[in-house]
């Protein structure tokens, strides 16, 4: 079975500054690994995705995350924050033909000014 | 207008009352999904539909039923509802062809007092 862990709730980050949410995955067999934003009253929007290649994925709204096979972990980052980014992020997995989403627990992330 | 269109979007019921969730997409996508949301717990899978004829249930279906009138629509019903129930349900969408992306809706609140 496949398990996605963020290790963090929550974090805050001053507005310009840099921030890394974390995501650890599990799994015996090869998987895709997704980001998805959710802000306040809205649904889920996918963020970015990894499905095979290059381990470092460019996303929307200029994020970023590496696949990093050795580690299990897919860990998503953001040079200079803006307040905008206020949001949970949800990190997810899914076998590939599974056609099923994992979902983290989800970081909060808040920015302020 | 919404790909994935979730109605109602809030909605507050007694215990015992049977309650329906209704989602449609104009995606044209054959998979829907039905998700749902608690603070800490990330988004759980209840039930999945991969086309008209085929239903299974996700990781926590006790005490819910779907019906997948259509391509287009599909419904997620609390049979008599109970407070642990209370929680943000997520539908979402997903064609084969798309590298297992899903598209969700805003979101339903629902309230069981």
């Known amino acids: 079975a496949q398990s996605v862990t963020q290790l963090d709730s929550q974090v805050p980050v001053f507005e310009e500054a840099p921030v890394e949410l974390r995501c650890n995955y599990s799994?015996?067999?090869?998987?895709?690994l997704f980001w998805y934003v959710q802000y306040p009253n809205q649904g889920l929007q996918l963020l970015l995705k990894?499905?095979?290649?290059?381990?470092l994925v460019k996303g929307i709204n200029g994020f970023e995350a590496e696949f990093n096979k050795s580690q299990t972990s897919f860990h998503l980052r953001k040079p200079s924050v803006h307040i905008s980014d206020t949001a949970e992020y949800f990190c997810a997995v899914s076998v590939p033909g599974a056609d099923k989403l994992i979902f983290g627990t989800g970081t909060r992330l808040q920015v302020f000014p | 207008d919404a790909d994935v269109t979730q109605t109602p979007r809030n909605r507050i019921t007694k215990t015992g009352k049977r309650i329906m969730l209704e989602c449609s997409q104009t995606?044209?996508?054959?998979?829907m999904y039905w998700y749902r949301q608690d603070p800490g717990l990330g988004l759980r899978l209840i039930y999945y539909s991969f086309d008209v004829k085929d239903i299974n249930k996700g990781e926590i279906s006790d005490g819910y039923s779907v019906s997948r009138q259509a391509q287009a629509k599909f419904s997620l019903s609390l049979e008599s509802a109970i407070p642990n129930q209370t929680a943000l349900y997520f539908c979402?969408?997903?064609?084969?062809?798309?590298?297992?992306?899903?598209?969700f809706g805003a979101g339903t609140r629902l309230s069981v007092l």
């Open positions: 799994s015996s067999v090869s998987v895709y």
């Open positions: 990894y499905l095979s290649g290059s381990t």
């Open positions: 995606k044209g996508h054959d998979r």
């Open positions: 979402a969408t997903s064609d084969f062809r798309g590298g297992e992306v899903q598209y």
